[in-house]
Protein backbone atom coordinates (compact mmCIF):
# COMPACT_ATOMS: atom_id res chain seq x y z
CA UNK A 1 0.00 0.00 0.00
CA UNK A 2 1.42 3.16 -1.25
CA UNK A 3 2.08 6.03 2.08
CA UNK A 4 0.94 8.78 0.14
CA UNK A 5 -1.75 8.89 -2.59
CA UNK A 6 -2.98 12.07 -4.49
CA UNK A 7 -5.56 11.97 -7.81
CA UNK A 8 -3.01 12.40 -10.80
CA UNK A 9 -5.30 14.87 -12.20
CA UNK A 10 -5.27 16.70 -14.56
CA UNK A 11 -7.25 19.51 -12.63
CA UNK A 12 -8.47 22.41 -14.84
CA UNK A 13 -10.02 25.51 -13.17
CA UNK A 14 -11.24 29.09 -14.88
CA UNK A 15 -9.22 31.47 -13.92
CA UNK A 16 -10.64 33.01 -10.00
CA UNK A 17 -12.12 29.47 -9.46
CA UNK A 18 -11.15 27.87 -6.26
CA UNK A 19 -8.63 24.39 -7.05
CA UNK A 20 -9.15 21.56 -4.65
CA UNK A 21 -6.46 19.14 -4.02
CA UNK A 22 -6.77 16.55 -1.57
CA UNK A 23 -4.32 13.67 -0.68
CA UNK A 24 -4.47 10.58 1.71
CA UNK A 25 -1.95 8.78 3.89
CA UNK A 26 -2.17 5.07 5.21
CA UNK A 27 -2.40 4.25 8.66
CA UNK A 28 1.26 5.12 10.21
CA UNK A 29 1.98 7.64 13.09
CA UNK A 30 2.29 10.40 10.69
CA UNK A 31 3.53 13.28 11.89
CA UNK A 32 3.97 16.51 9.87
CA UNK A 33 2.58 17.39 6.13
CA UNK A 34 3.74 19.67 3.92
CA UNK A 35 2.50 20.98 0.16
CA UNK A 36 5.03 21.85 -2.23
CA UNK A 37 4.24 23.13 -5.84
CA UNK A 38 6.65 21.73 -8.72
CA UNK A 39 6.56 23.60 -11.99
CA UNK A 40 7.71 22.01 -15.19
CA UNK A 41 11.30 20.80 -14.96
CA UNK A 42 11.92 22.84 -11.54
CA UNK A 43 12.41 21.60 -8.27
CA UNK A 44 10.10 21.23 -5.66
CA UNK A 45 9.02 24.52 -3.27
CA UNK A 46 7.38 24.89 -0.17
CA UNK A 47 3.95 25.92 -0.39
CA UNK A 48 2.75 24.95 3.11
CA UNK A 49 2.98 23.17 6.12
CA UNK A 50 0.71 21.90 8.51
CA UNK A 51 0.62 19.63 12.04
CA UNK A 52 -2.47 19.82 13.50
CA UNK A 53 -6.12 19.24 13.01
CA UNK A 54 -7.46 21.98 11.20
CA UNK A 55 -7.53 24.92 8.24
CA UNK A 56 -4.17 26.81 8.14
CA UNK A 57 -4.38 29.90 5.96
CA UNK A 58 -1.63 31.55 4.08
CA UNK A 59 -3.01 34.27 1.82
CA UNK A 60 -4.42 32.47 -0.97
CA UNK A 61 -4.00 28.85 0.17
CA UNK A 62 -5.32 27.07 2.81
CA UNK A 63 -4.33 23.92 3.87
CA UNK A 64 -7.01 21.13 5.84
CA UNK A 65 -6.09 18.13 8.26
CA UNK A 66 -8.18 15.33 9.08
CA UNK A 67 -6.00 12.94 10.99
CA UNK A 68 -8.86 10.91 11.61
CA UNK A 69 -10.13 10.14 8.38
CA UNK A 70 -6.48 10.32 7.04
CA UNK A 71 -6.60 13.17 4.49
CA UNK A 72 -4.87 16.68 4.22
CA UNK A 73 -5.83 18.68 1.51
CA UNK A 74 -5.39 21.92 -0.30
CA UNK A 75 -7.48 25.28 -1.60
CA UNK A 76 -6.01 27.50 -3.83
CA UNK A 77 -8.69 30.77 -3.82
CA UNK A 78 -8.53 32.85 -6.48
CA UNK A 79 -6.68 30.67 -8.90
CA UNK A 80 -4.40 32.58 -11.32
CA UNK A 81 -2.75 30.79 -14.38
CA UNK A 82 1.12 30.94 -12.67
CA UNK A 83 -0.49 28.71 -10.53
CA UNK A 84 -1.02 25.78 -13.04
CA UNK A 85 1.67 23.36 -12.08
CA UNK A 86 2.12 20.01 -10.30
CA UNK A 87 1.13 20.00 -6.56
CA UNK A 88 3.06 17.25 -4.08
CA UNK A 89 1.98 16.12 -0.84
CA UNK A 90 4.68 14.70 1.67
CA UNK A 91 4.09 13.08 4.38
CA UNK A 92 6.60 12.34 7.33
CA UNK A 93 6.11 9.03 9.86
CA UNK A 94 7.74 9.00 12.38
CA UNK A 95 8.21 4.96 12.89
CA UNK A 96 10.61 4.63 10.04
CA UNK A 97 12.52 8.07 11.05
CA UNK A 98 13.07 11.60 9.29
CA UNK A 99 12.18 10.50 5.42
CA UNK A 100 9.15 12.57 3.73
CA UNK A 101 7.22 10.38 1.45
CA UNK A 102 5.95 12.07 -1.33
CA UNK A 103 2.37 10.75 -3.88
CA UNK A 104 2.76 11.13 -7.06
CA UNK A 105 1.47 14.91 -7.49
CA UNK A 106 -1.72 16.43 -9.01
CA UNK A 107 -1.22 18.34 -12.13
CA UNK A 108 -3.40 21.70 -12.24
CA UNK A 109 -4.01 23.92 -14.93
CA UNK A 110 -5.76 27.44 -14.41
CA UNK A 111 -7.21 28.00 -18.06
CA UNK A 112 -7.38 32.33 -18.35
CA UNK B 1 15.54 30.62 -4.12
CA UNK B 2 16.08 28.30 -1.54
CA UNK B 3 20.08 29.09 -1.16
CA UNK B 4 20.09 25.13 -1.69
CA UNK B 5 22.85 24.57 -4.70
CA UNK B 6 23.66 21.50 -6.72
CA UNK B 7 26.29 20.68 -9.11
CA UNK B 8 26.05 19.02 -11.71
CA UNK B 9 22.79 20.19 -13.24
CA UNK B 10 22.96 18.20 -15.91
CA UNK B 11 24.66 14.24 -16.55
CA UNK B 12 25.06 12.02 -19.49
CA UNK B 13 26.27 8.64 -18.21
CA UNK B 14 26.76 5.34 -19.70
CA UNK B 15 25.36 2.05 -18.01
CA UNK B 16 28.40 0.75 -15.45
CA UNK B 17 29.88 4.13 -14.99
CA UNK B 18 29.91 5.84 -11.45
CA UNK B 19 28.76 9.14 -10.61
CA UNK B 20 28.87 12.10 -8.10
CA UNK B 21 26.60 14.89 -7.84
CA UNK B 22 26.34 17.28 -5.25
CA UNK B 23 24.80 19.75 -2.74
CA UNK B 24 25.46 22.68 -0.52
CA UNK B 25 22.73 22.93 1.94
CA UNK B 26 21.11 26.32 2.84
CA UNK B 27 23.33 28.78 5.16
CA UNK B 28 22.91 27.31 8.98
CA UNK B 29 21.35 24.25 8.06
CA UNK B 30 22.68 20.74 9.01
CA UNK B 31 20.58 18.07 7.46
CA UNK B 32 20.66 17.25 3.87
CA UNK B 33 18.54 14.92 2.21
CA UNK B 34 18.96 13.01 -1.20
CA UNK B 35 15.73 12.24 -3.53
CA UNK B 36 15.59 10.63 -6.95
CA UNK B 37 12.66 11.91 -9.05
CA UNK B 38 11.25 9.63 -12.19
CA UNK B 39 9.51 10.91 -14.81
CA UNK B 40 6.05 11.66 -13.79
CA UNK B 41 6.37 10.40 -10.40
CA UNK B 42 6.87 11.96 -6.69
CA UNK B 43 10.23 11.69 -5.21
CA UNK B 44 11.79 8.82 -3.77
CA UNK B 45 13.53 9.29 -0.42
CA UNK B 46 17.11 8.12 -1.09
CA UNK B 47 18.64 8.86 2.44
CA UNK B 48 19.28 11.47 4.83
CA UNK B 49 22.88 12.94 6.27
CA UNK B 50 22.42 14.90 9.64
CA UNK B 51 26.19 16.20 10.96
CA UNK B 52 27.85 13.76 8.77
CA UNK B 53 26.27 10.27 10.15
CA UNK B 54 23.72 8.72 7.85
CA UNK B 55 20.02 9.21 9.80
CA UNK B 56 17.70 7.13 7.71
CA UNK B 57 17.88 5.56 4.23
CA UNK B 58 15.31 4.33 1.86
CA UNK B 59 14.94 1.55 -0.38
CA UNK B 60 17.80 1.80 -2.40
CA UNK B 61 20.43 -0.42 -2.84
CA UNK B 62 24.09 0.05 -1.61
CA UNK B 63 25.23 1.16 -5.05
CA UNK B 64 23.54 4.34 -4.11
CA UNK B 65 25.55 5.84 -1.05
CA UNK B 66 26.58 9.32 0.45
CA UNK B 67 28.53 11.59 2.84
CA UNK B 68 28.21 14.63 4.29
CA UNK B 69 31.09 17.34 5.15
CA UNK B 70 31.95 19.40 7.78
CA UNK B 71 30.65 22.19 6.42
CA UNK B 72 27.45 20.24 5.91
CA UNK B 73 27.68 19.84 2.07
CA UNK B 74 26.95 16.86 1.01
CA UNK B 75 27.88 14.22 -2.00
CA UNK B 76 25.58 11.37 -4.14
CA UNK B 77 27.28 8.83 -5.66
CA UNK B 78 26.02 5.99 -7.22
CA UNK B 79 28.24 3.00 -8.42
CA UNK B 80 27.43 0.25 -11.28
CA UNK B 81 24.56 2.09 -13.22
CA UNK B 82 21.39 1.32 -14.35
CA UNK B 83 18.97 2.99 -17.07
CA UNK B 84 16.12 2.99 -14.39
CA UNK B 85 19.14 5.56 -12.79
CA UNK B 86 17.45 7.82 -15.25
CA UNK B 87 16.47 10.57 -13.31
CA UNK B 88 16.12 13.83 -11.38
CA UNK B 89 18.12 13.91 -8.27
CA UNK B 90 17.10 16.28 -5.49
CA UNK B 91 18.64 17.46 -2.71
CA UNK B 92 16.87 19.21 0.56
CA UNK B 93 18.18 20.72 3.21
CA UNK B 94 16.66 21.18 6.86
CA UNK B 95 17.84 22.61 10.21
CA UNK B 96 18.08 19.56 12.46
CA UNK B 97 17.98 15.85 11.89
CA UNK B 98 14.20 15.89 12.68
CA UNK B 99 10.86 15.93 10.55
CA UNK B 100 11.91 19.93 9.86
CA UNK B 101 10.61 21.58 6.72
CA UNK B 102 12.74 20.93 3.84
CA UNK B 103 13.67 23.00 1.22
CA UNK B 104 14.64 21.57 -2.45
CA UNK B 105 18.17 22.65 -4.38
CA UNK B 106 17.92 22.86 -8.43
CA UNK B 107 18.32 19.42 -8.97
CA UNK B 108 20.70 17.25 -10.85
CA UNK B 109 19.01 15.77 -14.18
CA UNK B 110 21.34 12.49 -14.66
CA UNK B 111 20.65 10.45 -18.24
CA UNK B 112 22.16 6.88 -18.35
CA UNK B 113 22.44 5.61 -21.96
Known amino acids: QKEVEQNSGPLSVPEGAIASLNCTYSDRVSQSFFWYRQYSGKSPELIMS????GDKEDGRFTAQLNKASQYVSLLIRDSQPSDSATYLC????????????FGTGTSLTVIP | ETGVTQSPTHLIKTRGQQVTLRCSSQ?????VSWYQQALGQGPQFIFQYYREEENGRGNFPPRFSGLQFPNYSSELNVNALELDDSALYLC????????????FGPGTRLLVL
Open chain 2, 27 to 31: SGHNT
Open chain 2, 92 to 103: ASSLGGGLETQY
Open chain 1, 50 to 53: IYSN
Open chain 1, 90 to 101: AVTVRPTGNQFY
